[in-house]
């Protein structure tokens, strides 16, 4: 039941069958983005010491909230496929485990730019940079853990379980690198408390636009995966056959 | 009960098959008395300076060394499909999971016997005035090691490309364990030897947290 239910909801994407809904949400995710990045670059005040360049926090501070988001999608998706053993959780864990390593590649590359003018190196071994650094390590392992198990249920209790224990080493992390670094200066990333108004306006627009392109890629992705599970089942079934002709 | 004698019956088992051949005690001291001999070479070792760096060397010796021989500890069990037996048996399967971490943690700890007065003298530590409170970290420290070590070699056991995929899965997750046991060794090793309450600390709920986790998850690993 799983296929079919797999192939219906892959057809939605293919092209022939009307999909102007899609169309629509990819333009007003496309429209959202142009106006979030016009109100970053010219309706947002220029930050007094740091000037032009700090207008690249919209950008890398939305990326970073989203990829928490995404990441949350794993774990829920893990614990709910290991209860129900739906596919469909499987698939929505490991899109959102591969949008959110994007959102995290582009908050680990956006950083070093802000930083470089800001506080003349690229990178410090700070608790949190560090710390950022190994959940894209954890995340990264998990797909290519994913990568490397042929059979899709194998596949997926593998890797839920594997994403609890990278979910659940987070905090541990990021609370043992703070302990480590406690004695470096740390640096003062997207200070709320004073934070301009506009500033905090457009801050949200960007992540909203930002949770667009989250929920859009997911969605692509899902439909990417539901049909990978059918053609990895195919194949799976014809080589078993395969063999047993062959044994005969 | 139900589920202490399985795990004492199945540690058993373990510690008999390995004590049969000790192949993978015997190439973990080698392997681990090589690298310590192979990093003397980018630093002298008989410096002041080396006590800085023993604590961390040991410790990512010691992960190394773990992520190589907790590998064969479910790849053992394919090789004539006993872990099939083992999940007939009408037991808790956690408890066959729970016997292969208590087994990897008494060969590292063996092997962890064998090496720490061989690394005292090559590093001229000294050991023997911290000796009980380095127990407890080196004991919190291997079982960390062992807990995700064991786990994770049953999940890359069922995937291609597992020597690889093994160290690849652990490193990343027992970063905390490794930062907590290392500083908690530094602690010991200092001019004025102390025992962080913080980093102890910090390694009991790694170890608590991950044992809970293993016990709440570990048995969909070994389902079918």
Known sequence: ??????????????????????????LLVALLLAVAGYCALF?????????LIQRIFYFHVPSWWSAFVAFAIVLVSNLAYLRSRNPKWDWLGVSAAEVGVAFVTVGLV???????????????????????????????????????????E??????????????????LVYFSIWFFRTQHPQPVIG??????????????????????????????????????????????????????SGAR | MAFARPTAILLGKELQTEFRTRELLT??????????????????????ESRRFAPGLLWLTLLFAGSLM???????????DTLAALRLAPIDPTAILAAKILANGCFLLVAEALLLPIFAALYNLH??????????????GTLALATIGTVFSAISSQARMRELLLPLLLLPVLTPALIASTEATAGLFDDTPYLSPQWVGLLVAFDAIFLTVTWLFGEYLLEE
Not at chain 2, 127 to 140: A, D, K, P, Q, S
Request: with cysteine; charged share 15%.
């Open chain 1, 1 to 26: 039941m799983a296929t079919l239910s797999a192939s219906a909801s892959a057809q939605a994407g293919t092209p022939g069958h009307p999909h102007s809904a899609q169309l629509t949400e990819t």
């Open chain 1, 43 to 51: 309706v947002a005040p220029t930050e007094a010491t740091m000037g």
């Open chain 1, 110 to 152: 956006t950083g070093p730019i802000w930083a470089h003018p800001v506080w003349g190196i690229w990178w410090t071994w700070d608790a949190r940079l560090t710390s950022a650094f190994v959940l894209w390590v954890l995340y990264v392992s998990y797909l290519l853990l994913r990568n490397l198990i042929e059979e899709p």
């Open chain 1, 154 to 171: 194998r596949r997926a209790v593998i890797s839920a379980v594997f994403g609890i224990f990278a979910a659940v080493d987070i905090p």
């Open chain 1, 191 to 244: 200070d709320g408390g004073s934070l301009d108004p506009t500033m905090g306006k457009v801050l949200l627009l960007c992540w909203a636009a930002m949770l667009g392109i989250l929920v859009l890629l997911v969605r692509q992705r899902y439909r990417v995966e539901a049909l990978r599970w059918d053609v990895d089942r195919l194949r799976l079934d014809a080589a078993r056959n395969g063999n047993e």
């Open chain 2, 27 to 48: 190439t973990t001291v080698v392997f681990v008395l090589m690298v310590l001999v192979l990093f003397s070479f980018t630093f002298d070792p008989t410096s002041v």
């Open chain 2, 70 to 80: 907790l590998h064969p500890s479910f790849t053992r069990e394919q090789t004539n």
């Open chain 2, 127 to 140: 050991v023997g005035r911290v000796l009980g409170r380095f127990c407890v970290v080196l004991i919190l």
